[in-house]
């Protein structure tokens, strides 16, 4: 038995033991925590505003409420589960997209047998220090959610609630603005933060965690290199790029738009399955294309006709045909090498 599997039967164990009511949690209800700043909950105004797919709703993906709150059509409520979709963080005050609902897509799509279960922690003007044990700064309006200055406590009990439905498989990261000054202290702000999310919540050492690229060409690109450190950092840590996504809304030299959060969550997605399958955390995988990965782009490295595997590794031509399989392979028509080309999913047979 492994630790994921111990802790598992040691909560079921407990709530039996003390006569109380609590149901196993389900092996196939993966649970992860999506925390950070703006940029994980989303920016304002129209160039971020949800479009029309991320308002529509999965059967095998669901939300822990950020707040009790309703923002137009949808409501929540605080440490609740409901179907996702955006605003993933209503009760935060604006109705905005942010690259969680489409990170938990990608994955339930990639994963037909279990359901993904997410929890937003996303806090605008939240500095690192923020969720640090013992650590204090200034909150902003925007972010309410433990009526003082540190959320330490409150990211803890999320990821506790959430752990009672299923199990803790991974953390996404969309973080730094606020901390663009401190290279490599920020790696080791991050990882305490890591270390004390591991003894309290309680997960194990193979749980992945994927930090997410600042705006490539914006105000906090200086930490991007840092932040590109993280596979080094952690054991199964990855990154997701940034590269080729656009500003948007309120600060476009800060926030992405729309498609950039949402290309955004596809490379989430992308580099967690990486991790889970090197953790052993998956035994299959199936990935069903969709409109969410329509987006993706890759620049030309040849004027012939190139393929390229879903992670963007390229197939060599001569190898097509033993390589490829339904589903899984993008098909780049010819373009002048130098240039930017929209991937193409070859249809599942």
């Not at 994980?40 to 991320?54: I, K, N, T, Y």
């Not at 979709?85 to 942010?98: A, I, K, L, S, Y």
């Not at 004027?303 to 060599?316: A, N, P, R």
Request: hydrophobic share 35%.
């Amino acid at each position: 038995m492994n630790k994921r599997d111990f802790l598992i039967a040691a909560a079921a164990m407990f709530g039996l033991c003390t006569g109380g009511t609590m149901a196993e949690p389900s092996k196939n209800f993966k649970v992860f925590l999506c925390f950070g700043q703006s940029n994980m909950s989303g920016g304002m105004g129209a160039a971020c505003a949800p479009d029309a797919e991320s308002k529509v709703t999965h059967p095998r993906v669901k939300v822990l409420g950020f707040a009790t709150s309703t923002c137009g059509t949808v409501s929540r409520t605080l440490n609740k589960w409901s179907d996702a979709c955006e605003p993933m963080h209503c009760g935060d005050g604006v109705n905005m997209m942010g690259p969680s609902y489409v990170f938990g897509r990608v994955l339930a799509d990639s994963l037909p047998n279990d359901t993904i279960g997410l929890i937003p922690a996303g806090c605008w003007g939240a500095s690192i220090e923020l969720f640090m044990k013992g650590g204090h700064c200034n909150a902003s309006q925007y972010f309410k959610p433990t009526n003082s200055d540190n959320a330490r406590d409150w990211l803890i009990t999320k990821c506790q609630e959430g752990i009672k439905r299923g199990v803790f498989s991974g953390i996404i990261l969309e973080q730094g603005e606020s901390n663009s000054g401190d290279g490599a202290a920020w790696l080791t702000k991050v990882k305490s933060v890591y270390d004390d999310l591991k003894q309290n919540v309680p997960f194990g050492n193979d749980v992945p965690f994927v930090a997410g690229e600042l705006l490539a060409n914006g105000d906090g690109k200086a930490l991007n290199t840092t932040i590109d450190q993280i596979p080094q950092k952690f054991t199964y840590g990855y990154v997701a790029s940034s590269q080729g996504l656009a500003g948007g809304g309120d600060y476009p030299t800060l926030h992405f738009n729309s498609a950039g959060y949402r290309t955004l969550g596809v490379r989430f997605g992308v580099e967690m399955m990486k991790g889970l399958r090197k953790a052993n955390l998956i035994t299959s995988v199936k990935y069903q294309p969709k409109r969410i990965v329509s987006s993706a782009v890759v620049n030309v490295t040849s004027d012939d006709i190139q393929f390229y595997t879903f992670d963007g590794k390229t197939i060599s031509t001569a190898n097509v045909k033993s390589t490829m399989k339904p589903g899984n392979v993008y098909i780049v028509s010819n373009r002048t090498t130098g240039t930017s080309t929209k991937l193409i999913m070859a249809p599942a047979k």
